[in-house]
């Protein structure tokens, strides 16, 4: 079974910061792509960072320079480091990963960003 559970999430003024955290049961994690997403109120779910087995890292466009996507193997657990943050930054991040053809989801966490 594959359990994803997000932490770190809360309230930042514009131009602070915030890491989160994405726990992983599975078996097998350092193998894993593991994922950050994000859906704010109105808009669909959009990719923030991905990271791959070997590091290899990508970005979506809005947060490039700004976010870094990260990997402890030994603890099982995926970051993000979210600097700089903006108001339309602010919306439910979630984890996710792929088994096979399966998508895992977090519940999420909530990223408020004040102006």
């Known amino acids: 079974q594959v359990q994803l559970v997000e932490s770190g999430g809360g309230l930042v003024q514009a131009g602070g910061s915030l890491r989160l955290s994405c726990a992983a049961s599975?078996?097998?994690?350092?193998?894993?792509?593991m994922g950050w997403y994000r859906q704010a109120p109105g808009k669909q779910r959009e990719l923030v960072a991905r990271?791959?087995?070997?590091?290899?890292?990508n970005y979506g466009d809005d947060v490039k320079g700004r976010f870094t996507i990260s990997r402890d193997n030994a603890k099982n657990t995926v970051f993000l480091q979210m600097n700089s943050l903006k108001p339309e930054d602010t919306a439910v991040y979630y984890c996710?990963?792929?088994?096979?053809?399966?998508?895992?989801w977090g519940q999420g966490t909530q990223v408020t960003v004040s102006s």
């Open positions: 990271i791959t087995s070997d590091g290899s890292t």
């Open positions: 599975l078996s097998g994690f350092r193998f894993a792509t």
């Open positions: 996710k990963t792929r088994r096979i053809t399966t998508d895992y």
